[in-house]
């Protein structure tokens, strides 16, 4: 079965440094996502991407967040200044369409933590 | 706006016996529902989904859930627990208008031999 893909499964940065988290959504798939889930607190939604834009985005996701679909496959969340606050397991999904009953499709996550 | 209320955040059995995992959500129009399960170290698995067909809805690894609107309600049940079943469920709602999945807090499963 087809599976959404994430790299890499954890990664450590220093506070104020830049990170990239990876993720290559299921081919056939149009809608892709990033949501992140602090320790202890629940699953957030933080974007939403469609034909090469953003369609949707939460508060969280302020001028120190992107995403970019740089080709055909891949999908990335990048944090240009990381704060300790962003500390998070993120999830990248993705959908056959953007219905209320379509269901997304979850990689395995990325744990990122920022020292 | 919509919202979900997973009521136990954690919740152990005996391996064979039944699991009941509650669920209260709240939405302004036609919810659609869903149960997800993340085992260890592993990414987010549906479980089931319910979208304006049928009230009980069967979804894998033997497991169910009744749309109840009258009690806002969407529990996930399954009739013999397996060790296997030991992860967290998150209850997870959308609706027309706002599509963005809105989770719950997760429910722990822990099973007894």
């Known amino acids: 079965e087809p599976e959404v893909t994430q790299t890499p499964s954890h990664q450590v940065t220093q506070m104020g440094q830049e990170v990239i988290l990876r993720c290559v959504p299921i081919s056939n798939h149009l809608y892709f996502y990033w949501y992140r889930q602090i320790l202890g607190q629940k699953v957030e939604f933080l974007v939403s991407f469609y034909n090469n834009e953003i369609s949707e985005k939460s508060e969280i996701f302020d001028d120190q967040f992107s995403v970019e679909r740089p080709d055909g496959s891949n999908f990335t969340l990048k944090i240009r200044s990381t704060k300790l606050e962003d500390s998070a397991m993120y999830f990248c999904?993705?959908?056959?369409?953007?219905?209320?009953?379509?269901?997304?499709?979850f990689g395995n996550g990325t744990r990122l933590t920022v020292t | 706006a919509q919202s979900v209320t997973q009521l136990d955040s954690h919740v152990s059995v005996s391996e064979g016996t039944p699991v009941l995992l509650r669920c209260n959500y709240s939405?302004?129009?036609?919810?659609?529902l869903f149960w997800y399960v993340q085992h260890p170290n592993k990414g987010l698995q549906l479980l089931l989904k319910?979208?304006?067909?049928?009230?009980l809805v069967k979804g894998i690894n033997g497991f169910e859930a009744e749309f109840k609107k009258s009690e806002t309600s969407f529990h996930l049940t399954k009739p013999s627990a397996h060790m296997s079943d030991a992860a967290e469920y998150f209850c997870v709602v959308s609706d027309k208008v706002d599509y963005k999945l809105s989770f719950g807090a997760g429910t722990t499963v822990t099973v007894r031999a």
């Open positions: 939405s302004s129009y036609s919810p659609s």
């Open positions: 319910y979208t304006s067909a049928a009230t």
């Open positions: 999904a993705s959908s056959e369409d953007s219905g209320v009953g379509s269901p997304l499709h």
